[in-house]
DNA sequence: TCAGCTCACACTTTTGAATAGC
DNA sequence: AGCTATTCAAAAGTGTGAGCTG
């Protein structure tokens, strides 16, 4: 049994944004968690003007919905399992689907208004991994990223009363391997990691977006893709979980048993073919004896293998002793049903205790079942079920929320989430100011990725154990008692119960709607943390080991070498990314602290593949862990079934608190000024400048495509234009617009690509075609 | 040689058209 | 004629394993 010092993180409710921070008391640092801005890459698709002014502070009928948009992940718990072990997504040429699907809930949308779902999938680290000696380890950078596709939910747009009426299944997206996919489906790099992002953006009306938009990450759905299932666990789970593997399950028609008869059938039959002269057609277990002692010397070893094939005229079950006694030697117990039994129990859904006896995959769709059914079928014992995640054990990142009311994770009988934004509202209001913070997330050199690890152990004493590294665990590390350690009990029902919030207002103003609360020390701490993540960005994990550096409960040891300084907590910090547009270079976060230091985080051996904190820095990666050949610690914990989720106005507050602070670079990065980066042209196309990345935030900004969105918008870019930007970690694309044929919905679009501005330059020329042509 | 990928296969579920009944 | 329920076949979604590829 696991104890919340395995899978610390399962303690903490749902957490914004802005609670995701690490924190070190004795080095007094703080860094988000999980970046806001990271899932907000509808946010800026939206060119700033397109959005919703923010409402005017002190004005209560400014407060709309959204700001308290919720979404819940429903079938939370089965992803959690997955994860638990590793979650493995096939991807194959003609595109598959994602299996444990999208399921979600939503909740605080204006009723009336109309609202688009996007989904889109980013790479969470700068890795290839391979399955080795049962784990997943890291062996090599990334390959270069392809273009993002953004798949946007058939129902958009819809009524906000539409979405919240029924569960959003995302399960009609495909992920593809396939570069050169027609279809529209998401194209991915086979043996990478993954992280889905689901936005949520209002649609004033189909050609025109505004409004604000949310964004929405759940750390359990993180996932590597395969071409094939790697991991004996997930293809158990998998063929346990999904009705469509159901023949491949124990009593199914499809299984090894079953596929072996039918082989061995076919055998028999080509033999009754070769040698009917000597065989009874009728007795099938002759035929199968016979070829051994008759048949030729392949047969005979091919049937050698073979378990007898049962007498059909007998009625005799190939489970009986036929099979027991010939088959290979089989595990007594499914292992996917033991898994799932033992997961159940943990899960403690109610009906847990009458499944004991049920198969495997019954036991999984009652669980998928009593996913829908609510979050306190597994929200307060989901613990138990991290009991046997692959997850680093580390421990949760404390949250800057230090004063917040954390629910006693001992407590679960209330399975119900915590309400964040009461519990903030509550608090001290103190508005978020973002100015003198700077923190610089350039990207790991490739060599980062190169020194395998092992992510996940299978060598685990307990086949649904998995210890994390030890390594990761400093012991003696000190408990910051500031910061209560994570509830041994998981308020999964909470963390699943994920809050998307405006996190921010216009700077200096108080925040609209929802107040956000701010703990005894930094109130915009927690407004810090919703600092802008680069969209697009391909994670880095490796800020990792400063995070770690930066969480005394991570219990990593010290990483005096690492070349960063963290910035004490409620000290200026200031994150600039890279690859996020210009206007959010530079986030400044000011700090309740005054006087505190102005610290900038520098990861000196960061290649110029900036990345910001990534992903799978936020939450560390289930049974992946990324290789840090070069820095000590893994990755930072991972905050399962915890939405982070940020909205546009925060990006608006950043945006021009941004402005106000100067701009930090990273020291390896190009000036922005002499930056290659393609100048914003004001009604026109941007230049194609093939050696230079282009930044999908500029492109989305320039004007040239907001024609396709509104032909009535002007051309010319606001007065707050970005000044010109680093490159980005990858070569991204603007979104565009693509009318789906097939669609039955009379909005003329359904997926949006976010295109390769200068597809010539890319390997995948291909897509270029996609700006003039609808791909589905 | 081998890791990774592709494809055909058998099975299952889903979907939608056709039909029957009220 | 219109609606609902049922039936059926095709399509689509699964993992498997052999074969291919670089």
């Known amino acids: 049994m696991l104890s919340v010092e395995m899978y610390p993180s399962l303690t903490l409710g749902p957490q914004r944004i802005g609670e995701c921070f690490y924190r070190d008391r004795q080095a007094p640092a703080q860094m988000p968690l999980f970046p806001p801005a990271a899932c907000d890459v509808a946010a800026k698709a939206l060119p700033p003007r397109m959005l919703v002014p923010p409402p005017a502070p002190n004005d209560p009928s400014t407060k709309t919905p959204k700001d308290e948009v919720k979404m819940e992940l429903e079938n939370a718990s089965l992803w959690k399992q997955f994860t638990s072990v590793g979650t493995e997504m096939i991807i194959t040429k003609k595109g598959r689907r994602m299996f444990p699907g999208l399921r979600l809930k939503l909740s605080g949308l204006n009723p009336s208004l109309r609202?688009?779902?996007?989904?889109?999938?980013?790479?969470?680290?700068?890795?290839?991994?391979?399955?080795?000696?049962?784990?997943?380890?890291?062996?090599?950078?990334?390959?270069?990223?392809?273009?993002?596709?953004?798949?946007?939910?058939?129902?958009?747009?819809?009524?906000?009363?539409?979405?919240?009426?029924?569960?959003?299944?995302?399960?009609?997206?495909?992920?593809?391997?396939?570069?050169?996919?027609?279809?529209?489906?998401?194209?991915?790099?086979?043996?990478?990691?993954?992280?889905?992002?689901?936005?949520?953006?209002?649609?004033?009306?189909v050609l025109r977006w505004g409004g604000g938009q949310h964004s929405f990450v759940f750390p359990e759905t993180q996932f590597l893709t395969v071409t094939a299932y790697q991991n004996n666990k997930i293809t158990e789970l998998k063929i346990n979980s999904n009705p469509f593997a159901k023949g491949f399950r124990e009593d199914g028609m499809n299984s090894k048993k079953q596929r072996d008869a039918r082989q061995k059938r076919k055998i028999s039959d080509v033999i009754e073919t070769l040698d009917i002269v000597n065989c009874d057609p009728c007795d099938s277990t002759e035929l199968l004896q016979q070829p051994v002692t008759t048949g030729t010397d392949l047969q005979a070893l091919t049937l050698a293998s073979l378990p007898p094939l049962p007498n059909p005229s007998c009625g005799f079950r190939p489970e009986g002793a036929c099979y027991q006694d010939t088959l290979v030697p089989e595990q007594p117990l499914d292992l996917g049903?033991?898994?799932?039994?033992?997961?159940m129990s943990d899960i403690g859904i109610s009906m847990a205790g009458g499944m004991q006896g049920m198969p495997g995959s019954e036991v999984a769709n009652m669980i998928e079942r009593s996913d829908t059914m609510g979050e306190p079928a597994y929200t307060s014992t989901f613990p138990a079920v991290q009991a046997n995640?692959?997850?680093?054990?580390?421990?949760?990142?404390?949250?800057?929320?230090?004063?917040?009311?954390?629910?006693?994770?001992?407590d679960t009988s209330n399975p119900q989430p915590i309400d964040y934004p009461s519990i903030l509202s509550s608090s001290s209001t103190t508005t978020p100011l973002l100015q003198q913070t700077s923190f610089t997330f350039p990207t790991p050199p490739p060599s980062n990725s190169c020194s395998p690890q092992t992510l996940l152990s299978s060598s685990s004493p307990s086949a649904n154990t998995y210890h994390t590294i030890p390594e990761t665990i400093n012991p003696h590390t000190p408990a910051d008692t500031s910061f209560p350690a994570p509830p041994s009990t998981c308020q999964s029902g909470l963390q699943d119960q994920i809050s998307a919030h405006s996190l921010l207002a216009q700077p200096n103003q108080p925040l609209q709607g929802e107040p956000i609360a701010r703990g005894n020390n930094s109130p915009s701490d927690q407004s810090s943390a919703a600092f802008i993540y680069p969209n697009s960005l391909p994670a880095n994990p490796d800020p990792a080991p400063v995070t770690a550096q930066s969480l005394p409960n991570y219990n990593h040891p010290p990483a005096p070498s690492l070349p960063c300084s963290l910035p004490a907590h409620g000290a200026p910090t200031s994150f600039a990314f890279p690859s996020v547009p210009p206007h959010m270079q530079n986030l400044s976060f000011s700090n309740v602290s005054p006087g505190s230091a102005h610290h900038a985080l520098h990861f000196q051996n960061m290649s110029h593949q900036a990345q910001a904190p990534s992903l799978a820095a936020a939450f560390p990666p289930s049974s992946f862990t990324h290789p840090s050949s070069s820095l000590p610690h893994p990755h930072p914990p991972f905050q399962p079934s915890s939405c982070f989720a940020v909205s546009s106005s925060f990006q608006q507050s950043v945006s021009s608190a941004s402005s106000m602070a100067p701009t930090a670079y990273p020291q390896n990065m190009p000036n922005p000024s002499t930056s290659s980066y393609p100048p914003v042209e004001i009604g026109g196309i941007p230049q194609f400048n093939p050696t230079a990345h282009y930044r999908p935030e500029m492109v989305l900004h320039h004007p040239s495509l907001l024609p396709q969105l509104d032909p009535s918008l002007p051309s010319n870019l606001p007065s707050s234009t970005p000044p010109p930007a680093l490159y980005s970690a990858f070569p991204s694309y603007p979104l565009r617009l693509c009318q789906d044929p097939h669609s039955s919905l009379s909005i003329p679009f359904r997926h949006l690509y976010r295109q390769h501005q200068h597809g010539h330059a890319h390997p995948q020329g291909s897509y270029l075609d996609m700006s003039t042509r609808a791909v589905f």
């Open 115 to 205: 609202y688009i779902l996007l989904l889109d999938i980013i790479p969470l680290d700068n890795s290839r991994y391979r399955f080795q000696s049962g784990g997943w380890q890291a062996v090599g950078g990334a390959e270069a990223r392809l273009p993002d596709r953004v798949f946007i939910h058939p129902d958009s747009p819809a009524t906000g009363a539409h979405w919240q009426s029924r569960t959003i299944s995302f399960h009609h997206a495909k992920l593809t391997n396939n570069t050169l996919d027609s279809q529209g489906h998401i194209i991915l790099h086979s043996l990478h990691r993954y992280q889905p992002r689901i936005h949520v953006i209002e649609a004033r009306d």
């Open 337 to 343: 049903q033991a898994f799932m039994a033992s997961q």
């Open 389 to 410: 995640s692959s997850f680093p054990s580390a421990p949760l990142p404390q949250s800057s929320f230090s004063s917040l009311p954390i629910p006693d994770s001992s």
